[in-house]
């Protein structure tokens, strides 16, 4: 069966990094799309962007050009989001996503605290 | 950038009504259009993509229709399980999200 497992909760200091990982399983990786959607309270689900697992292509949205860089490692079936120069306004939920203009199958999400 | 304008923001309807959530849009999104469910603490579930493309193993009670500016979800005869916020997802253009419909039992 798919499954999309997401690292765990991440908590944070401003400024700083974090790298968010998506491990699939149960489908050929490199034949779907992984896209990334961020979800608050405030904001509700926002599209953050989408990595061609097989070519390593992305493609953003402009809110989040700078601030999300998507990667794929191939040999493991993982895709990766990594969330730089963090600010408050950062701590969300972030769900990793099969496909790219519908998602079909979703990981249980990762909860990044940004707090000092 | 596109907005998605969903009514009502909440919902009550009683077991085995038929529902009708909307989506708008602030321009033509091509039936681009996708419906998730998300339950409390869940991810998001598919339930119908290219406007009225029910995803595997959603009931059938779940349908979706519209086109230009205008989108519909409906529920022909509410379960208990159906309590939920619903979402519409529009990828025309700068993909965006709707602010949810909660779906209330009364």
């Known amino acids: 069966q798919v499954q999309l497992q997401q690292s765990g909760a991440e908590l944070a200091k401003p400024g700083s990094s974090v790298k968010i990982s998506c491990k699939a399983s149960?489908?050929?990786?490199?034949?779907?799309?992984i896209s990334w959607i961020k979800q608050t309270t405030g904001q509700g689900l926002e599209y953050i962007g989408y990595i061609n697992t097989g070519s390593g292509g992305t493609n953003y949205n402009e809110k989040f050009k700078g601030k999300a860089t998507l990667t794929v490692d191939k040999s493991s079936s993982t895709a990766f989001m990594q969330l730089s120069s963090l600010t408050p306004d950062d701590s969300a939920v972030y769900y990793c996503?099969?496909?790219?203009?519908?998602?079909?199958?979703w990981g249980p999400g990762t909860m990044v605290t940004v707090s000092s | 950038d596109i907005q998605m304008t969903q009514s009502p923001s909440v919902l009550s309807a009683s077991v085995g009504d038929r529902v009708t959530l909307s989506c708008k849009a602030s321009?033509?999104?091509?039936?681009?259009l996708d419906w998730y469910q998300q339950k409390l603490g869940e991810a998001p579930k598919l339930l119908i993509y290219f406007t009225n493309n029910l995803q595997t193993g959603i009931p059938s009670r779940f349908s979706g229709s519209g086109s230009g500016t205008d989108y519909t979800l409906t529920i022909s005869s509410l379960q208990p399980e159906d309590v939920a916020t619903y979402y519409c997802?529009?990828?025309?253009?700068?993909?965006?999200f709707g602010a949810g419909t909660k779906l209330e039992l009364k």
């Open positions: 997802y529009q990828y025309n253009s700068g993909p965006t």
């Open positions: 321009q033509n999104i091509n039936k681009n």
């Open positions: 149960g489908y050929t990786f490199t034949s779907y799309y």
């Open positions: 996503a099969r496909g790219r203009w519908y998602f079909d199958f």
